[in-house]
């Protein structure tokens, strides 16, 4: 069965997500409300990375798409001890995972 990933940062990039998973995926425009973006350093390199907001109206713009469990597993180790991976809900309705600080 497949679940949903929403993508904010490197990974929206096609190039990054050959290099992760060695495929590329279909995506599409979806948003995320009551987090905000900051930053973060892993190995002298800054990424995006989420944290929950205290502004409710705060939103996050990025991608979303079908991945499978097995991929998951595999962007788990790509997006480092940083990140967790937690399900919210999308301004679309749909539900996603979403990695966050």
Do not use: H
Request: glycine fraction near 6%.
């Amino acid at each position: 069965m497949n679940e949903n990933l929403f993508v904010y940062g490197t990974l929206i990039n096609q190039e990054i997500q050959k290099e992760a998973l060695g495929k590329t995926f279909e995506m599409v425009d979806d948003s995320l409300v009551g987090w905000k973006k900051s930053m973060v350093q892993i190995e002298g390199e800054t990424y995006p990375i989420l944290e929950k907001s205290k502004n409710r109206f705060d939103i996050i713009f990025g991608k979303v798409f079908e991945i499978t469990e097995e991929d998951l597993k595999k962007i788990d180790k790509y997006e480092t001890d940083e990140y967790r991976r937690i399900q919210v809900s999308l301004s679309s309705g749909e539900v996603a995972w979403v990695y966050v600080k």
